[in-house]
């Protein structure tokens, strides 16, 4: 090639490349200026939560996704037929805003777009009333209750938030998003005879371990992992979360013992992986159970290992286990009412009471069956402010990806949005009278419970005897009874606007009320019921179905501190003087009265035969004695002589109440039924 020939050719390439900065040049201004024009001149999406689990609470109670719109005009838009997506199909979900919607300048448009969003990721769109885009973010995978927002509002710059609705994005705290991958280990969770060397990896090379034995978060408290961990038998270890006095009054101001002695414990590691520029794995849990083959109680015992971040059970802030900030406030304000609602933080309910928590479940053989992380709760009444806590666990996507859970323990399938850990409420002699209710009265009409004993490992250390339960709630009643659960409704008895005009054929169930009434005269229920414990559900609407017919029906559950203890009880006199349905049913109904006396007798003979109920204590007494004696040195700080002597003389009552109750029941049937 010539000279000149080398020239040409240069002369183009310069230029040519010159031409091609150009054009990128004029395209990023083009851009920019529509990215300039819209945030000028028209409303922009400011922040995106798409996994609302308990930060923001809607006027219903309930907790959507929301977008957030802001104006950062210096004028008024009317936002009326606006259109808010998350697809490029406008045949899709869409939020339309409504009409007489003007949003005024620099102000936030809050709301539910009344379709979900991905917490994997999605994109959100903003078109106006004539279908233009006006605005469109893609949003990132987000963890539950963080936001995808402006970092200043109205500006180009985004990044992952603490959630700011209804006002500025600057004063949110910004946050660090989690990143892919995991640490493994080099052993299961489980049991294991002797001690084991424990080695973590990395899913993803060159990245840093950093973990907790002691429950808490390994990126804030983690300790970096450089060689094998250690993991034994810690039961002769110093007790930690057993011994915090302010989970309870009862420790504060009456004096109970904490436990002097060491309670078993279990190792629960917790680690995270982190990347050269300082993000985070999400965390991983293996718990280690070791030498516990040598130890009697939990022989033939599920266990229950729930380990949770103690600054979210046992901070004065923020820990749903304590008394808490709030209930010291209170008291300097005067000497506090102990059942004030809402003073301590373990009153709290709802979702703003609720924990993320990771929880494994072990079989009866110590098998595991469920690893998964949850929301945890405080469960209860007034046993709240009790020492020992029950539970609620609820599976959500935003933890775990899944909303149900399917596991088997003693052989009965648990396919559940949610569980209860109940400790029994007062039954703390024996925990086992709602055991015996719910089983005799599984094949009635009323609603049961699957109940499955076990005992829980707080962050590693023993908290007690327990029973998984099913939880009664919407998704329970849908699952089992094949009803819609937006469908369903649930209530107490004294909710219903209709007073004593409920119990009717057209809107109760007669023979699921038969059922229940006879249930309860039978185990002699009192005082706590039916002025309390007394729920029922019913669909809103007929669905056509045998249980989606909008009658009421009742649900049996908390047994444990008014049954099964006065045999000579006269349930007939107490109810009708208690219960005005009681009253006229039995006085006015003479059909209901012959059929309720008709179907005790029935369950005498087959569902609480005497023969059944006193077969059924006695393997629910071989089943747990090692374990409430447990439970009752945890919790009395006894020895093992007197905590056995405790449960024997509550099953003793037991059955001494069942060889007694039926001929006493004979007396007061043949006394009502002649209407004396």
Request: net charge negative; proline share 3%.
């Amino acid at each position: 090639m010539n000279s000149r020939m080398r020239r040409i050719t240069l002369f183009f390439r310069i230029h040519a490349y010159t031409a091609m900065i150009l054009i990128f040049v004029v395209i990023t201004i083009g851009v920019g200026i529509v990215t300039v024009r819209n945030s000028q001149d028209n409303v922009v999406i400011n922040e995106v939560c798409t996994s609302n689990v308990r930060c923001c609470e809607d006027e219903n109670g309930k907790y959507p996704d929301w977008i957030e719109i802001y104006n950062p005009t210096s004028r008024d838009i009317d936002l009326s037929g606006y259109i808010i997506n998350d697809s490029a199909d406008l045949k899709k979900e869409k939020y339309i805003v409504p009409q007489g919607t003007v949003l005024a300048a620099g102000s936030y448009y809050l709301f539910d777009p009344l379709f979900s969003l991905s917490s994997e990721g999605c994109t959100v769109n903003i078109l106006d009333d004539r279908e233009r885009y006006v605005d469109r973010v893609k949003i990132p995978r987000l963890k539950y209750d963080t936001t995808y927002g402006r970092l200043k509002d109205g500006s180009g710059e985004w990044g992952v938030k603490m959630p700011t609705p209804g006002y500025s994005n600057t004063d949110g705290e910004d946050i660090i998003p989690t990143i892919s991958g995991s640490v493994n280990a080099s052993y299961d969770s489980g049991f294991y005879s002797d001690e084991i060397e424990l080695a973590l990896y990395s899913s993803d090379y060159g990245r840093d371990i950093y973990y907790t034995t002691d429950g808490s978060d390994p990126v804030h408290n983690g300790t970096l992992y450089e060689d094998p961990i250690r993991i034994y038998d810690r039961s002769e270890e110093k007790n930690v979360y057993s011994a915090i006095p302010e989970v309870s009054l009862d420790y504060i101001e009456n004096n109970d013992p904490l436990p002097s002695f060491p309670v078993d414990k279990c190792t629960v590691v917790r680690a995270v992986a982190k990347d050269h520029l300082g993000r985070y794995t999400d965390v991983s849990t293996h718990t280690y159970f070791i030498g516990f083959d040598e130890k009697k109680a939990y022989d033939n015992m599920a266990v229950v290992s729930v380990a949770s971040d103690p600054e979210d059970l046992f901070s004065d802030g923020n820990g749903i286990m304590v008394l808490g900030d709030k209930y010291a406030r209170y008291i300097e304000e005067g000497k506090p009412e102990e059942y004030e609602a809402a003073k301590a933080n373990f009153a709290s309910k709802g979702r703003q009471s609720e924990r993320e928590t990771y929880v494994q479940i072990f079989d009866e053989k110590h098998v595991p069956v469920l690893a998964s992380s949850a929301g945890i709760r405080i469960k209860g009444k007034t046993s709240r402010w009790d020492v020992q806590k029950s539970f609620s666990v609820i599976f959500r996507r935003a933890y775990s990806g899944y909303s149900k859970n399917h596991f088997t323990l003693d052989g009965l399938d648990f396919d559940i949005h949610s569980f209860n850990l109940e400790k029994c409420g007062q039954d703390a002699k024996t925990k086992m009278k709602d055991a015996i209710m719910e089983t005799c009265m599984r094949d009635t009409e009323c609603v049961t419970m699957k109940m499955v004993p076990c005992c829980i490992f707080l962050d590693g250390e023993y908290f007690g005897f327990y029973w998984l339960t099913e939880r009664l709630d919407n998704s329970f009643i849908a699952s089992e009874y094949g009803v819609g659960k937006d469908n369903v409704i649930i209530t107490s008895v004294f909710d219903i606007e209709n007073g004593v005009e409920w119990w009717s054929d057209k809107l109760a169930d007669r023979k699921s009320m038969i059922d229940y009434y006879a249930g309860n005269i039978i185990v002699s229920h009192e005082n706590d019921w039916p002025g309390a414990n007394y729920k029922v559900w019913r669909t809103i609407e007929d669905d056509g179905t045998k249980y989606g017919n909008a009658k009421w029906r009742p649900m049996i559950f908390d047994m444990n501190s008014s049954s099964l203890k006065t045999p000579d009880f006269d349930s007939f006199e107490y109810l009708m003087g208690f219960y005005p349905f009681m009253d006229m049913s039995l006085s006015e109904d003479n059909m209901f009265k012959e059929e309720l006396v008709e179907r005790i007798d029935e369950m005498v003979q087959n569902e609480f035969s005497q023969d059944r109920v006193l077969s059924l204590t006695d393997q629910f007494h071989d089943r747990i004695k090692d374990q409430m004696i447990l439970d009752r040195m945890r919790y009395s700080d006894c020895s093992a002589e007197e905590a056995e002597e405790y449960f024997e003389e509550g099953v003793s009552s037991i059955r001494k109440f069942f060889r007694d109750r039926y001929d006493y029941l004979k007396i007061y049937e043949g006394k009502y039924l002649d209407g004396k």
